[in-house]
């Protein structure tokens, strides 16, 4: 390589790491601001439309059949809810009898945002939303849709604008625990396609198809109870400590509008 | 005067409307298609078409544009984008010299492999550096898409290049010029 080539590989890269640096200093918080500003309200617009017509590309009778698909998917949704929220009242209720200063928390302290962009990233699996820093949003909290669904986590809050990582993302981890005799728990993985993967399963505890998954509340910021998604398959190899479960998520990605990000839990 | 005016508008509302396309739109294509990176597709394709080393910096300002929408530490994006598209304004000077649509595919294939391995070597680096556990990372899906992302890309830019060189003069090698 000629020296000169050298010379302006040096100073391209200098320049990128002054522009790197100068990011986590905070110089150039004026100018992300006004560039977010720009985008945002018009990625907001034309996702909003991409949604739409993908909505409706696979409907033979767009109308009626898209009013009826979206009542009966809505009403899926709510019927799981309110199952799991029966079966861990049931269990709140046992605990309480047993203890004497018991309080049960089932209020969270949440904002509401709109998907202004998805997967800005090809080999990620993210959503784009149009509230951040300011609005107190934290990398790690837990996004939800409808009363309870689990979409994702926080992964990058800026100052008006933050990233979700959605559960099918191959860095996504979510603690979970499975609706079974056992209570299994394991970690939700994603990187699959559209499926996530439940991984480290204690080999000996039995999980059928259809039972659903939550959130286990054993990490920090995700509370307990919010729904993630009904086995599809188990995975079980001979002599292996742990078993596997394919999970089919409740919520189809590609049609995600608004969420709601829980920000802390009383 | 006016002219400069005129282009440098050019060129940021292309950079406003990359990123809104790759941010708000892209997801529309099919699998595999949505891996298409149109923002490196349209850098690529600037460097064919205008043969100038400006366009890396045009890329710097589209992938800073990306970077503020990207769930990955900033920087990561910004390094390796650049670093790939001024490798492949040199491969385009000294090797990829010849001007047809399989130096085209190759130039892309190259810069966007070159591409990735900066990314992932830096992501690695932070990853160890912040002590977390490289092992829980599905280093099998990211291979997978990094495949798709390149595959499609590299696809797309030869059916752009074909397409386009009946318009664009520069583009075709029959054309004799200095």
């Known amino acids: 390589m000629r020296p000169s080539r ?3 590989t040096g100073i391209v890269g200098t320049i990128i790491g ?22 945002s309200p018009t990625s907001e617009q034309i996702y909003s439309l991409g949604v739409s017509i993908e909505e409706r590309k696979n409907l033979n009778n767009p ?11 809505k009403t899926y949704q709510e019927a799981q809810v309110d199952n799991v929220t029966q079966a861990l009242l049931q269990e709140e209720n ?81 603690a979970g625990t499975i609706r079974n ?24 505890e039995k999980i059928d198809i259809d039972d659903i998954i939550v959130t286990s509340g054993l990490e920090e910021h995700v509370s307990r109870g919010l729904i993630i998604g009904t086995v599809e ?30 920000t802390g839990t009383p | 005067m006016l002219r ?60 800073f544009f990306i970077e503020l929408f990207a769930s990955t530490p900033f920087g990561i994006i910004l390094f390796s984008s650049t670093m790939s598209i001024l490798a492949a304004f040199w491969l385009y000077q000294t090797i990829f010299t010849n001007r047809s649509w399989y130096a085209a595919m190759a130039m892309t294939a190259i810069a966007l492999i070159m591409y990735r391995i900066l990314y992932l070597f830096i992501f690695i680096m932070i990853e160890i550096i912040t002590e977390a556990t490289l092992s829980l990372v599905n280093w099998g899906a990211i291979a997978k ?23 664009f003069k520069k583009l075709n090698h029959h054309v004799i010029y200095s």
């Open chain 2, 145 to 167: 898409t990094i495949f798709w992302e390149v595959s499609m890309t590299t696809i797309a830019m030869g059916i752009l290049y074909v397409l386009l060189s009946g318009i």
């Open chain 1, 94 to 174: 046992e605990e309480l009898r047993q203890q004497l200063s018991f309080f049960a928390t089932s209020s969270y302290t949440h904002i509401g945002a709109e998907v202004i962009g998805r997967n800005i990233d090809p080999i990620a699996s993210t959503l784009t939303i149009n509230k951040g820093k300011e609005d107190h949003i934290e990398a790690g909290q837990p996004v939800i849709i409808g009363k309870g669904i689990l979409i994702g986590k926080i992964a990058r809050a800026n100052e008006k604008t933050a990233i979700i990582r959605l559960m099918n993302d191959s860095k996504s981890k979510i």
């Open chain 2, 4 to 63: 400069i005016a005129l282009k440098c508008i050019l060129v940021i509302g292309s950079i406003f409307l990359l990123t809104f396309l790759q941010t708000s739109a892209s997801f529309l294509l099919p699998h595999p298609f949505v891996k298409i990176n149109i923002v490196f597709l349209a850098m690529i394709f600037a460097i064919l078409l205008y043969e100038s080393g400006n366009i890396v910096w045009i890329s710097a300002i589209a992938h």
């Open chain 1, 18 to 39: 002054l522009l790197i640096i100068f990011h986590y200093i905070g110089w150039l918080a004026p100018i992300e601001k006004a560039i977010i500003k720009i985008v």
């Open chain 1, 6 to 8: 050298i010379k302006k």
């Open chain 1, 233 to 262: 398959a188990i995975e079980k190899e001979a002599y292996q400590p742990f078993q596997r479960a394919i999970i089919t998520p409740t919520v189809r990605f590609n049609d995600i509008i608004t969420v709601s990000i829980i």
């Open chain 1, 63 to 73: 109308d009626e059949l898209y009013k009826a698909y979206k009542e009966l998917e």
């Open chain 1, 181 to 204: 005799q056992d209570k299994s728990i394991g970690i939700v993985e994603g990187g699959y396609g559209i499926s996530v993967r439940m991984n480290f399963i204690p080999q000996n």
